[in-house]
């Protein structure tokens, strides 16, 4: 395994992850995952799909529980949470999912207002509207506030489900697939969000792709996947351009040459 | 979760079939005593989602009210007319409002409406949640702390349980009317008559019967469409056969109430 960058050490661990095991049924998909995400970082996750990446962050997220290991987020073991407690740390992690999981019942407003209304007490409605036009001006689609869903596009449909998890202002951002089904021009755009997230809120973030340009883009550091562990971290040159792995070598080629 | 509920593949393939099929048939009703169970650990936990539960009573209750409406005047209207000949043989037919309102009653309300809102308000649920699973909406759910089980679970089963009972008594109310239609123009009884008769041929047994399995119903048609979509998979596929199965389970379940119900009020008759 390279090795991780040195400055990391002195920075705080925001996720803290040892010896995680996961199967379904025959099927071994994590075998002893270990990683740590720093304060402030992007960390990419790249890997073939179906080899547990999204598998990971839901682990992280407390979606799923592992056969066996830890996972500590913000200090707190999620595996030994109670359900409020865990709902309580939920709060600090925003999850941006592959499919954005927009609520199609309800308007782009009420989307945004959902996790807001449910979980900050005593809020009047002109702290409600302020917040949702701050969280729409962020990801720049204030104009969408009263379209459902299902008149958005792809790349509009990712920007409001980062809108809705950013309104709740997390520690901690979990990006599933976030450029997957989208044209370049989209990606791109996605990939400048991803960073101004960054660089705006100060949130550390696991970004699980297999898109070397996104990997690239947004990546502090690289944690390649590969047989259900990592066999690579480093930043994308040591795990790509300067490497001999064969594997990673493929991988690069599938993505940049052909 | 779910990698700690599956069993080894060797093991059960080594069994023989019909082991297999017992295995898999107490899995599922394993899975369905469990879903049932969290509904009632849930419903009397705070917060009730007062909001949600209205908005699910209208979906259910308002928007059925057409569909409910010209079944249940039809109905009246037919089944006072199909009745009709054989009273008439006997010269019975001032019968018709005493057999109008006991059939009524009895079985076709509750029983039509349970089956109507099966097909209407079962599917939906079933296609909604199922839908609302493979997007991932029910996991956006739970990680912005909202607990999806009580928020769209038992929201909807404590609306269909409340509103399936209304609907029933907005069927015979209709039916009612159907059947005065019919009678007015045959038999020139005044409506006050018709009442009347109507009124003093069921008794309040009937009508707690019918309430009390109109409830049931409800119960069983919320349950059967959340737990078929809560449960579903496999993408778009998955979302139809969910909405399929809850219509299919619903009216079979509700045929086997009906049937035992009538068992448990023909046995309370007797004593």
């Keep these: 395994m390279t090795t991780v960058k040195t400055e990391n050490k002195q920075r705080e661990a925001v996720i803290v992850i040892r010896d995680l095991k996961i199967s379904f049924g025959d099927l071994h998909v994590l075998r ?28 992280i997220a407390g979606l799923l529980q592992p056969d066996q290991g830890t996972v500590k987020v913000l200090g707190q073991d999620v595996d030994q949470l109670n359900s409020r407690e865990l ?50 001006a962020d990801v720049g689609l204030s104009q969408t506030i009263n379209q459902m869903p299902s008149e958005l596009s792809g790349g509009q449909r990712k920007r409001i489900g980062i809108a809705r998890t950013l309104i ?28 101004e997230v960054k660089e705006r809120h100060n949130t550390s973030s696991i970004i699980i792709t297999h898109d070397l340009t996104c990997a690239k883009t947004v990546g502090d550091r690289i944690a390649m996947l590969l047989d259900g562990r990592f066999e690579r971290q480093g930043t994308f040159e040591e795990v790509f351009e300067d490497s001999n792995d064969e594997r990673a070598k493929q991988f690069y080629e599938y993505n940049f040459v052909n | 979760m779910q990698a700690s509920t599956t069993s080894s ?50 979906e259910v209750g308002v928007r059925s009210l057409p569909l409910i409406s010209l079944t249940g005047f039809i109905t009246g209207i037919v089944f006072t007319n199909q009745s009709r000949p054989s009273l008439a043989t006997f010269g019975a037919t001032s019968w018709l409002p005493s057999l109008i309102s006991i059939a009524l009653v009895r079985a076709l309300a509750p029983l039509v409406t349970a089956l109507i809102a099966a097909g209407r308000v079962g599917s939906n649920i079933g296609a909604e949640l199922g839908s609302m699973r493979v997007t991932e909406q029910i996991e956006a759910m739970e990680v912005s702390g909202t607990n ?16 399936i009972p209304v609907l029933a008594m907005f069927f015979v ?98 004593a």
């Design chain 1, 32 to 59: 002893g995952v270990d990683l740590d995400l720093y304060q402030g970082e992007n960390l990419v996750v790249l890997g073939r799909s179906g080899t547990g990446k999204s598998v990971l962050i839901k682990i």
């Design chain 1, 87 to 136: 709902d309580a740390l939920r709060l600090k992690i925003g999850f941006s999912f592959q499919s954005s999981a927009l609520y199609d019942s309800m308007t782009v407003r009420e989307n945004l207002e959902f996790p807001l209304i449910r979980n900050v007490r005593n809020l009047s409605r002109s702290d409600i509207d302020k917040a949702v036009e701050e969280a729409l």
């Design chain 1, 168 to 195: 709740l202002k997390p520690q901690i951002m979990l990006y599933d697939e976030p450029t997957a089904g989208l044209d370049p021009i989209t990606s791109t755009e996605i990939n400048n969000l991803i960073n």
């Design chain 2, 9 to 58: 593949k060797n093991d059960t393939s080594a069994k023989p079939v019909v082991s297999r099929r017992l295995d898999r048939m107490f899995l599922a009703l394993n899975d369905v005593a469990s879903f049932v169970g969290q509904f009632f650990k849930e419903v009397f936990v705070p917060p009730y989602e007062g909001k949600e539960i209205i908005r699910q009573c209208y």
């Design chain 2, 148 to 163: 999806p089980f009580k928020f769209l679970v038992v929201t909807r089963v404590i609306a269909t349980t409340f509103m």
């Design chain 2, 173 to 270: 109310f209709l039916g009612v009317m159907g059947s005065y239609v019919n009678v007015a123009q045959n038999e020139k009884t005044s409506f006050m008559s018709f009442i009347e008769t109507f009124f003093s041929s069921i008794s309040f047994l009937d009508i707690n019967s019918a309430v009390i399995k109109a409830i049931m119903f409800g119960f069983t048609i919320g349950m059967v469409g959340s737990y078929k979509g809560y449960n579903s998979s496999k993408g778009t596929e998955g979302v139809g056969k969910a909405a399929n199965a809850s219509v299919v389970t619903s009216m079979f379940l509700v045929f086997i109430e009906e049937l035992l119900f009538l068992q448990i009020i023909n046995a309370i008759r007797a």
